[in-house]
């Protein structure tokens, strides 16, 4: 079965800096996605980047990159210049290549504090 | 981008009572829907799978008598908590797949339940 580790519980980061946030998975499987999703004290799950597994390009949004080393099974988000408003909890998840009820899987979370 | 509306936001039900929780697809249609648990300070717990005209699949361990799921449209799921108890009380979000391939999940804004 398919896990997804995250070791950080908190991060904490200061305004304008890079953060990178750490997320390990494992999984048999050859074609997959790799998700970061960001929850606010809002509760709101909003979808921050994906990254295809057949992709060697890494993922790219705006402030927010990933670092994808499929070999090592290795998904880290970098925020670069922080903003207070990416203070929030965030999740890396997986999900099976194809298959319409393919499930997300969810770690347990890194909860980043931006301070001013 | 797709967006997908849960209500009510909040409920307060009294223990022995059920309360339905209605997930819906606004712009896009969703064959499958999921549905979540969240614990406070805790990852996302998936409950169940959503399969418009079909029976649910449940996940390991959830009650289907209590947890009702129906998905009679494409655009409708809802989740039915029948005879809550207070320790049912807890955070509860849907989520619904975009397009064909599955690779893009979207979370509606979520439902608090107290049963008091």
């Known amino acids: 079965a398919q896990t997804v580790t995250q070791s950080q519980p908190e991060m904490s980061v200061q305004e304008a800096e890079t953060v990178t946030l750490s997320c390990t998975y494992d999984t048999s499987e050859s074609d997959y996605y790799l998700f970061w999703y960001k929850q606010p004290p809002s509760r709101q799950m909003i979808l921050v980047i994906r990254q295809e597994a057949y992709k060697q390009q890494n993922a790219t949004e705006n402030r927010f990159s990933v670092n994808f080393q499929k070999a090592a099974k290795s998904f880290s988000l970098k925020i670069s210049d922080s903003q207070l408003g990416d203070a929030a909890m965030y999740f890396c998840a997986y999900k099976n290549y194809g298959g319409a009820t393919n499930k997300l899987i969810f770690g347990t979370g890194t909860l980043l504090a931006v301070q001013p | 981008g797709a967006v997908v509306s849960q209500h009510p936001s909040w409920v307060i039900c009294k223990s022995g009572t059920s309360v339905k929780i209605e997930c819906r697809s606004l712009?896009?249609?969703?064959?499958?829907m999921f549905w979540y648990r969240q614990f406070p300070k805790q990852s996302l717990m998936l409950m169940a799978t959503s399969n418009e005209g079909s029976k649910a699949t449940y996940e390991q361990g959830v009650e289907k008598d209590k947890f009702l799921i129906n998905h009679a449209s494409l655009t409708l799921s809802t989740l039915t908590v029948t005879s809550a108890h207070p320790e049912d009380s807890s955070f509860y979000i849907c989520?619904?797949?975009?397009?064909?391939?599955?690779?893009?999940?979207?979370f509606g804004e979520g439902s608090w339940l107290t049963v008091v």
């Open positions: 989520s619904a797949r975009v397009g064909d391939s599955g690779n893009t999940i979207y």
């Open positions: 712009d896009f249609q969703a064959t499958t």
